[in-house]
């Protein structure tokens, strides 16, 4: 598949708790980079982490990349309701492909 | 314009007919993306462009798609003979040029074929 692979498929979690997203891939990367999708169709840039990049924080959000196991995380800390939507990480190829995983689906319940 | 546009964004077409979407990219952006997601399921690559040219074609599903770009600005994309698992939404992004930034994504055009 050409896409990454995204765990866990679905998540849900308690508001004021924190959610950890997990995504592989096989290729060399450039940047990976996550997004958000609310229900609905367009997606929103999250966060960017650099292939020398081994963390990186913004807001609640951190990210961190082990090139060498060829693996990435999202961590959302103190989750909220309005957390709730899929969540893509993507991986920036030589070449500037972009290519996106299969996605988590995350429901805070309030 | 301000964001990635999209059109039309809801299409429904019989079976067998030729369908065209369009996307219009941020102003200056020079690579543009085609996506295809199928309901509940992650983003199918489609295509990029690198200005007019295409250096990966290799998400194409089959010879019934193509598409171009022309100015370095719009794209559009042609699904000829369309087919009942051709129904999805298509998403849109672009980019500034280079390895860096990140993708903006129109709201999409999802294609019905009954």
């Known amino acids: 598949s050409q896409q990454g692979e995204e765990d866990p498929q679905a998540l849900s979690i308690q508001e004021g708790e924190n959610a950890t997203m997990n995504c592989s891939y096989k290729?060399?990367?450039?940047?990976l980079q996550w997004y958000r999708q609310n229900s609905g169709r367009g997606l929103v840039h999250l966060i960017l982490?650099?292939?020398?990049?081994r963390e990186k924080h913004s807001g609640r959000l951190r990210v961190t990349l082990d090139t060498s196991k060829k693996s990435s995380s999202l961590l959302i800390t103190a989750s909220r309701a309005a957390d709730t939507a899929s969540y893509f990480c993507?991986?920036?190829?030589?070449?500037?492909?972009?290519?996106f995983g299969a996605g988590t689906i995350l429901r805070v319940k309030s | 314009g301000a964001g990635v546009s999209q059109s039309p964004s809801n299409k429904v077409t019989e079976k067998g007919k030729d369908v065209e979407l369009r996307c219009d990219p941020i102003?200056?952006?020079?690579?543009l993306y085609w996506y295809r997601q199928s309901l509940g399921q992650g983003l199918e690559f489609l295509i990029y462009?690198?200005?007019?040219?295409?250096?990966?074609k290799s998400g194409l599903p089959s010879d019934r798609f193509s598409a171009e770009r022309t100015g370095g600005s719009v794209s559009t994309l042609t699904i000829q003979r369309t087919q009942q698992e051709d129904s999805a939404v298509y998403l849109c992004?672009?980019?500034?040029?280079?390895?860096?930034?990140?993708?903006?994504f129109g709201q999409g055009t999802r294609l019905t074929v009954v």
């Open positions: 992004a672009s980019s500034l040029g280079g390895p860096g930034p990140e993708a903006f």
């Open positions: 102003s200056g952006h020079t690579a």
């Open positions: 982490i650099r292939s020398n990049e």
């Open positions: 290729t060399s990367i450039n940047n």
């Open positions: 993507a991986r920036k190829e030589y070449g500037n492909k972009l290519v």
């Open positions: 462009f690198q200005g007019n040219s295409a250096p990966d």
